[in-house]
């Protein structure tokens, strides 16, 4: 499984959505406990780079990063 798809179904777990919240249930269901423990800790690792890259990015556009005030 590549992990922008582990990343997508991840996120849609992660957004509520009842129905897709179901299908991917059911995809992890399915996997053995070794494919499981990959599956979520690739879409954590997305998760957690994505979501640095965009702090990084929010601090660099306010004039907030350290690297801009060096500058």
């Known amino acids: 499984m590549s992990k922008n798809y582990a990343f997508l179904l991840l ?3 992660l957004q ?3 129905r897709d919240k179901v299908d991917v249930l ?3 269901r399915k996997k053995t406990k070794q494919q499981k423990q990959r ?3 690739d879409g954590l690792k ?3 780079s994505k979501s640095a890259n965009v702090i ?3 601090l660099w556009h306010t004039g907030l990063s350290q690297a ?3 500058n």
């Open 68 to 70: 801009k005030e060096r």
């Open 11 to 13: 996120y849609l777990l």
């Open 56 to 58: 990084k990015g929010v």
């Open 39 to 41: 599956f979520l800790k």
């Open 26 to 28: 059911d995809l992890i």
């Open 46 to 48: 997305k998760i957690t």
């Open 16 to 18: 509520n959505e009842a």
